[in-house]
C-alpha cells in the first residue's frame, strides 16, 4: 500500500517567510510524528499526534513553529518567520499507535521535506 | 524518562569483516528498541525491533540485536560487512507505558571499505 508522503520534496524561502510542509500518513495510522533532522545531526522530536487527544508538543523549538492534524489524517506543519536556523530536512512519520498492540511503536517514515531558509 | 546513546558517531569496516554498532539505553519502564537505518538521500527504514520477546532480534540484511537488561545495551551487529551496508544507523528507545514518543539516538554512520 501507500506509504507516508510529504510535500513538497524541496523548499527554499527567503528568511522571513512563512512556509507550510504536509504530511499524508498511512491510511489506518493514528499516530503521527514530525522530526527535525538537520546537517550532522540525529533527529529532533517535534510534535506527536495520537488520535482525537492533545498533541504532545513538547519538541517544538519556539512559538514560530506549529502543527495541526486535520481529522485525525493529514498533517501541516507551519514555521513562521523562518529563519537561517530553521534550515533542515523536516521527517514526518506514522504508526498504528496506541492500537497496534506489538506493532505500535514501528514508526514508517517519509521522504522529508528539505528546507532551505535563504 | 528514555535516553539513548550511540557511542560512536563513525564506524569504519573492511569489506567482509563484522559490523558492531553500539547503543545504550535509560528507560523507566521495560523498553521497546530500535534499529533505524537511513541510505543516502533516501528515508528512514525501521532494520529491527526489540518489545520484550526473544532478547536476540534478527532484522533485515543480515543484522541483529541482542537486548541485554543488565547492561542496558542493544548493539546492533552482522557478521559480515557489505558495501551497499554503508549508511547511517539510529538506535531508537521507547518506554513501554503506552508512552508513544520515541527518543532517537544521533545517529552512526558506518563506512565500508572496499
Known amino acids: 500500500g501507500a506509504g507516508v508522503s510529504q510535500s513538497p520534496s524541496n523548499k527554499v524561502t527567503e528568511k522571513g517567510k512563512d512556509v507550510e510542509l504536509r504530511c499524508d500518513p498511512i491510511s489506518g495510522h493514528t499516530a503521527l510524528y514530525w522530526y527535525r533532522q538537520s546537517l550532522g545531526q540525529g533527529l529532533e522530536f517535534l510534535i506527536y499526534?495520537?488520535?482525537?487527544?492533545?498533541?504532545?508538543k513538547s519538541g517544538l523549538p519556539s512559538d514560530r513553529f506549529s502543527a495541526e492534524r486535520t481529522g485525525g489524517s493529514v498533517s501541516t506543519l507551519t514555521i513562521q518567520r523562518t529563519q537561517q536556523e530553521d534550515s533542515a530536512v523536516y521527517l514526518c512519520?506514522?504508526?498504528?499507535?496506541?492500537?497496534?498492540?506489538?506493532?505500535?511503536?514501528?514508526?514508517?517514515f517519509g521522504p522529508g521535506t528539505r528546507l532551505t531558509v535563504t | 524518562a528514555q535516553s539513548v546513546t550511540q557511542l560512536d558517531s563513525h564506524v569504519s569496516v573492511s569489506e567482509g569483516t563484522p559490523v558492531l554498532l553500539r547503543c545504550n539505553y535509560s528507560?523507566?519502564?521495560?523498553?521497546?528498541l530500535f534499529w533505524y537505518v537511513q541510505h543516502p538521500n533516501k528515508g528512514l527504514q525501521l532494520l529491527l525491533k526489540y518489545t520484550s520477546a526473544a532478547t536476540l532480534v534478527k532484522g533485515i540484511n543480515g543484522f541483529e540485536a541482542e537486548f541485554k537488561k543488565s547492561e542496558t545495551s542493544f548493539h546492533l551487529t552482522k557478521p559480515s560487512a557489505h558495501m551497499s551496508d554503508a549508511a547511517e544507523y539510529f538506535c531508537v528507545v521507547s518506554d513501554r507505558a503506552g508512552y508513544q514518543k520515541v527518543t532517537f539516538g544521533i545517529g552512526t554512520k558506518l563506512q565500508v571499505i572496499p
Open positions: 512519520a506514522s504508526s498504528l499507535g496506541l492500537a497496534g498492540g506489538a506493532r505500535s511503536y514501528e514508526q514508517y
Open positions: 499526534f495520537q488520535g482525537n487527544s492533545a498533541p504532545d
Open positions: 528507560s523507566s519502564y521495560s523498553p521497546s
